[in-house]
């Protein structure tokens, strides 16, 4: 059983950063892609960024591009999320995800696609 577990998160004003850190257990971590998510109350969850197995290959949501930095390390199981610039419409709860069904250069953005899924952080920007 994989298990994630987010940190990081909290409250920030905005134009500020937090980094988001999510480790990994139970499957060897570098046989995933790892996808960062967020969702508002009453909206649906929302693809945020994702990074392949291999670290070489990023994805960002368009309203992130330029703000926020993926980046992965395989020798400690952990993805890390740099959120920069922040915005009030950036608060949500951030949760990771990982998918195994992946080759090691391919990044989905579609929830479903994810197998495994942390408890999420909440991220709130004060404007």
């Known amino acids: 059983q994989v298990q994630l577990v987010e940190s990081g998160g909290g409250l920030v004003q905005a134009g500020g950063s937090l980094r988001l850190s999510c480790a990994a257990s139970?499957?060897?971590?570098?046989?995933?892609?790892l996808g960062w998510f967020r969702q508002v109350p009453g909206k649906e969850r929302e693809f945020v960024a994702a990074?392949?197995?291999?670290?070489?290959?990023?994805r960002d949501a368009d309203s992130m591009k330029g703000r926020f930095i993926n980046s992965r390390d395989n020798t400690e199981n952990t993805v890390y999320l740099q959120m920069n610039s922040l915005k009030s419409e950036d608060t949500a709860v951030y949760y990771c995800?990982?998918?195994?069904?992946?080759?090691?250069?391919?990044?989905?953005?579609?929830?479903?696609?994810?197998?495994?899924w942390g408890q999420g952080t909440q991220v709130t920007v004060s404007s």
């Open positions: 995800a990982a998918d195994f069904n992946v080759n090691m250069y391919v990044i989905q953005t579609a929830s479903p696609a994810y197998d495994y």
């Open positions: 139970g499957r060897t971590f570098s046989d995933a892609a």
């Open positions: 990074i392949s197995r291999s670290g070489s290959r990023t």
